[in-house]
């Protein structure tokens, strides 16, 4: 029995399925993060654990008791929203000592807890403030430190950072990360940034159209995607995907044609049958540009096209290419020479190549070396 379980949970409102049969295991302590695009179903599904709203079907247990009609101030869990959902006409002490008020918790143990989540949170001097006179992190940590002093089994995070400035967002996700290690509490964890999702997660949930894709580590998402959603939403710079049309395959290859290619590719997948119109998946930072005269390796990918424009970062150099099919690329360099706006070739290892069938499932290959 898993410490937080969510069995077949699917949610609809009127005829639009915003849950589609979501079943996931979480572990106490595990920093999960749900990812996925605006509108997915992320919320709806943080909702459905804390209690805010109810499935129309499954169930949610903690510590193997089923919450469904448990009420969400009896569950243990605490919210901390995108808005802060702050009180405006309180001090900061009053707003994170409002539930343990209401609960009617004695004098010493309200000041007790929010000095300790104050000194967590660095808050300590800023208590007899009211949100107006907090800047939009600290108003953050207020809302935090309202969750902590419930002493929840489980923290909810829904996109908390996403008012934040980038600077803010990227200390506060540290800090986050911290102050999970030191609460050794389990945390769940909503963003539409895959960045954040990476840099945050024990294991990732993505999430689409109110379908779990993937759930998983971020690198073995990042390197092992089970379908195209996966394979294009984390990564940035985007993966490309090129359009291929199988020729042949055997037992512990597939032959093929593609978008912009000079020529048939074998790739190390074996064992497809039935796919005809596939996609080539490859990550910008596998491919590379053929100086002149170079020549492709042997039994790489090459193709080409047209330089569209140039971005210039300092660390990284982002090529954008355009295939005689109207294929957009993006290929990562180093920092070189000059390129200018002309016809290239691009090459890339074939054991970096990903292959998905037309309805976006991966094609791993019976030999499964299709990674
Ligand atoms: N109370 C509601 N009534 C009708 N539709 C809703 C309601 N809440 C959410 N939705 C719809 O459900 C979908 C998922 O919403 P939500 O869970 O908020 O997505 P996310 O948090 O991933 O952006 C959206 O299309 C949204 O418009
Ligand atoms: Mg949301």
């Known amino acids: 029995m898993a410490f937080l379980e969510i069995s077949s949970v699917s949610k609809s409102f009127g005829a639009v399925k915003v849950l589609d049969d979501i079943t996931l295991e979480i572990e106490r302590g595990e920093f999960v993060v749900f990812v996925g695009p605006s509108g997915c179903g992320k919320s709806t599904l943080l909702r459905m654990i804390t209690g805010l709203d109810s499935p129309n079907s499954g169930t949610v247990s903690i510590e193997g008791k089923v919450m469904n009609d448990i009420e969400p101030a009896k569950r243990g869990t605490a919210m901390v929203f995108q808005s802060y959902a702050l009180y405006p006409h309180m001090s900061a002490y009053d707003n994170v000592s409002f539930g343990l008020r209401m609960a009617h918790t004695a004098k010493t143990l309200i000041r007790q807890r929010v000095d300790a989540a104050a000194a967590i949170l660095r808050l300590d001097k800023l208590l007899h403030r009211r949100p107006r006179e907090l800047s939009g992190g600290q108003k953050q940590r207020v809302a935090i430190g309202r969750a902590i002093v419930r002493e929840p089994r489980v923290f909810l995070f829904d996109e908390p950072l996403s008012n934040l400035d980038a600077e803010l967002r990227v200390q506060m996700r540290a800090e986050l990360i911290e102050l999970h290690r030191r609460l050794d509490v389990t945390m769940i964890y909503v963003t539409h940034d895959q960045i954040e999702a990476m840099t945050m997660a024990d294991r990732m949930v993505v999430l689409n159209a109110g ?18 959603f996966v394979a294009g939403f984390v990564g940035s710079p985007r993966m490309n995907f090129l359009a291929g049309e199988v020729v042949g395959a055997d037992a512990t290859s597939t032959r093929l044609l593609h978008a912009g290619g000079t020529g048939p590719l074998t790739l190390p997948i074996g064992g497809l049958q039935g796919q005809l119109k596939v996609e080539i998946g490859v990550r910008p930072d596998h491919l590379r540009i053929l100086a002149d005269g170079e020549d492709p390796p042997p039994a790489a990918i090459a193709f080409t096209g047209r330089v569209t424009f140039v971005e210039e970062l300092g660390n990284v150099t982002y090529v954008h290419i355009v295939l005689d099919d109207g294929t957009p690329i993006v290929v990562g360099a180093g920092r070189g020479p000059r390129i200018g706006t002309d016809d290239v070739r691009i090459t890339a290892p074939v054991g970096h190549a990903l292959l998905f069938a037309q309805d976006g499932c991966r094609l791993r290959g019976r030999n499964g070396t299709g990674k």
């Open 211 to 228: 379908r779990m894709q993937q759930v998983g580590r971020p690198l073995d998402l990042y390197d092992d995607p089970d379908n195209r």
